[in-house]
């Protein structure tokens, strides 16, 4: 959460126990639950909304497929750039795979990475 540990927790705990005082602890703790009581009850609400409106759909969805972490940049632009060169599939594939070499045709240039240099 926010790259903060277990004991770094703790410690701006001790900090925000003596910065607020005894006396008023006990007030900014139930504030402090009630805040995450309001955010849970909140986040349940838009589960159930989106499962309203969405119907059937939302019951099939894969919410892996939409992580944003499993996507690299530089596969979906070097995918679009060969859709967009009309490579034809065996071009694909030996563009693909390091270490396979392929014969080049007359007045064509050889493949460049920018990422092996």
Do not use: C, H
């Not at 277990?6 to 910065?19: P, R, S, T």
């Not at 859709?83 to 493949?111: D, M, R």
């Amino acid at each position: 959460m926010f790259g903060l540990s277990g004991e770094k927790l703790i410690i701006l705990g001790l900090i925000a126990a003596f910065v607020i005082g005894p006396d008023r602890l006990p007030q900014y703790a139930a504030k402090l639950a009630q805040f995450v009581k309001s955010a849970k009850k909140m986040a349940e609400g838009a589960k159930t909304q989106l499962s309203e409106e969405m119907g059937e759909e939302f019951e099939e969805l894969d919410w892996k497929k939409l992580d944003p972490r499993q996507y690299d940049p530089r596969r979906i632009i070097r995918e679009a750039l060969q859709e967009e060169t009309g490579l034809n599939s065996a071009q694909k594939l030996n563009t693909a795979k390091p270490g396979k070499t392929a014969k080049l045709t007359a007045g064509e240039s050889a493949p460049f990475d920018s990422e092996a240099t």
